[in-house]
């Protein structure tokens, strides 16, 4: 294959809408090239329901350049899933044979990132991205877990596989899909077109060997699960039953990036499935523990997040902070009975006595107290009509009343209003220079006039 010179960067062609989509290229170009193992199996039109119209045109572009340079480019992961059941993708990922160096010399908008495994992010307007990634094999835990060299980058070329072998490295079968653009063809290595067909989630390989290899494997087949509203093959559920408590040998910062995933996206079904399998403990710690031991808080935690997630369907743009506050309130909320003091120490303490699976950072955690010690005092206003105003000049106050109104109201709040007009509902005959009283400054001694 002849590589072209490389120009200089501003001068390599963007992604232009002039660049060519042919809506059909002979059928079986751009196949897998023949490998060990049964054939796949392959869905031609109108055998599969897939069409052009619904995938984002700049990853056409894309697979369609890389396809002129002589690559195999294809459409994977959940946006093939996606496309078969008719829904719209989130994200439209693609991979290729290319190398990352060759996928950075044929576009110019492209980023490379990560040490381990070297993936290409082609940007575009509007902070669009699509990841290009290049066909993996399964290394083996021994190579992966390998130790970078603080001197440059691991050796990637190890790494690098065909896509029979992209497909078995996968987690879960309806997730190793590929789309071919050129052929219109949808490419089943794993037998995920049978499980889509069953709406089943399952393993590749033996789900017991996949979870102790890598047991945060087990969030992701609930994860999937709970979201597709499918149900988890036999097999697969019976290991999540006995091996759930590998999830305790994670490491907490992979278990927080899984939990973001969670709380930036549908929620409340996933936290159903994670407390069903009695997971929520190995993540959340203490507080886990006790939201499934305890149905009537647990129910109070789905049911906010149920508020959270129609809240976020509908544009509502919640912070990771205030998605964070919902979670523990439930837990914590008893922490305010009785109480009048400074509750920081309190709620500090509770969370160092949570000891949570999922390491979340200092700054996060000191923000969702900063929005609970707000909501608490919003709700004990409510109940006596004395309310701390000088809180409003927090930085939290605005998140807090955000969270508050999803707690009290069952919903957020609307653009005009807010806690104060709130309590001046519910305490009409309060005189406002009562609510904020100004108090004259006073004179120190010994200081003459």
């Not at 496309?83 to 990352?100: C, E, H, Q, S, Y």
């Not at 992010?121 to 021994?142: L, N, Q, S, W």
């Not at 992209?166 to 077109?193: E, P």
């Amino acid at each position: 294959m002849t590589t072209p010179s490389i120009a200089p960067y501003n001068s390599l062609p963007m992604i232009q809408d002039g660049d060519p989509i042919p809506p059909e290229n002979e059928p079986g170009k751009g196949l897998p090239p023949p490998d060990c193992g049964p054939e796949p199996v392959i869905l031609r039109q109108p055998q599969h329901r897939i069409s052009k119209r619904d995938i984002d045109p700049d990853a056409l572009r894309i697979i369609y350049r890389l396809h002129s340079h002589g690559f195999i480019a294809y459409l994977c992961g959940g946006a093939v899933r996606d496309l078969m059941l008719g829904r719209p993708p989130k994200d439209f990922d693609i991979v290729t044979d290319a190398r990352p160096g060759q996928i950075k010399k044929r576009f110019a908008n492209v980023f490379v990132i990560g040490r381990r495994f070297r993936l290409a992010h082609i940007h575009f307007r509007e902070g669009k991205i699509i990841e290009v990634a290049t066909f993996r094999k399964d290394a083996g835990p021994e190579v992966e877990s390998a130790a970078i060299p603080e001197a440059g980058r691991a050796d990637t070329r190890r790494f690098y596989g065909t896509p029979r072998e992209d497909a078995f490295r996968r987690d879960i079968t309806i997730n190793a899909l590929l789309y071919d653009a050129v052929a219109d063809s949808v490419i089943d290595y794993v037998g995920g077109l049978e499980d889509l067909k069953q709406r089943k989630v399952r393993t590749i390989g033996d789900p017991s060997e996949r979870f102790v290899e890598d047991p945060v494997r087990i969030w992701r087949v609930l994860r999937h699960a709970a979201r597709l509203g499918f149900d988890i093959e036999e097999a697969t559920e019976r290991a999540i039953r006995s091996h759930g408590r590998l999830l305790a040998q994670s490491s907490g910062a992979r278990l927080y990036e899984e939990l973001i995933k969670d709380l930036a996206n549908e929620t409340r079904s996933v936290f159903e499935a994670l407390g069903r399998f009695n997971i929520l403990g190995y993540i959340l710690g203490r507080a886990g523990e006790d939201l499934e031991a305890d149905p009537a808080i647990f129910s109070r935690l789905c049911a906010l997040l149920e508020i959270k997630d129609r809240a976020v369907a509908g544009g509502l743009d919640l912070s990771l902070e205030e998605t964070s506050s919902l979670v523990f309130w439930p837990w914590m909320e008893g922490l305010f009975a009785g109480v009048q003091g400074d509750m920081h120490p309190i709620l500090n303490k509770a969370f160092e006595a949570a000891r949570t699976g999922a390491t979340l950072p200092r700054s996060l955690r000191a923000n969702v107290i900063q929005i609970l010690i707000i909501v608490g005092y919003m709700m004990r206003a409510l109940q006596t009509g004395r309310m701390r105003w000088s809180l409003q000049k927090r930085s939290h106050y605005a998140q807090a009343s955000r969270v508050f109104f999803i707690i009290e109201k069952g919903r957020p709040p609307e653009s005009e209003e807010s806690f104060e007009s709130l309590f001046r509902v519910a305490y009409p005959s309060e005189p406002a220079e009562q609510r904020h009283r100004w108090r004259p400054r006073r004179r120190r001694r010994g200081i003459s006039a």
